[in-house]
């Protein structure tokens, strides 16, 4: 089985920082891409930024400038710095990683979501 672990989140004031991490652990056969989406009460789960296997990063127009993703291929760890942080960023923000596990086929794993929260 595969698991993403994140770490991170809080409470921040307009204008903050913060940085996500998510761990990924497991018996992992290939590694496609990793990312992060949020989502807040009576929305669906939007992208917020992923990169892929040979590193091309893709953002959401509305974090461009402001946030950005990175990873650590070693620790199979994926890293969201989210800086100016404004109010609408306040979300549950999910790992996610687009692996093909030892066993089985390839297919999307999530976290169990981290807390980001920016009061103005």
């Known amino acids: 089985q595969v698991q993403l672990v994140e770490s991170g989140g809080g409470l921040v004031q307009t204008g903050g920082s913060l940085r996500l991490s998510c761990a990924a652990s497991?018996?992992?056969?290939?590694?496609?891409?990793m990312g992060w989406y949020r989502q807040t009460p009576g929305n669906q789960r939007e992208l917020v930024a992923d990169?892929?296997?040979?590193?091309?990063?893709n953002y959401a127009d509305s974090v461009k400038g402001r946030f950005t993703i990175s990873r650590d291929a070693a620790k199979d760890t994926v890293y969201l710095q989210m800086n100016k942080l404004k109010p609408e960023d306040t979300a549950v923000y999910y790992c996610?990683?687009?692996?093909?596990?030892?066993?089985?086929?390839?297919?999307?794993?999530w976290g169990q979501g981290t807390q980001v929260t920016v009061s103005s």
């Open positions: 990169i892929t296997r040979d590193g091309s990063r």
């Open positions: 497991g018996e992992i056969f290939s590694r496609h891409a």
């Open positions: 996610n990683a687009d692996f093909t596990p030892r066993w089985g086929s390839r297919r999307d794993y």
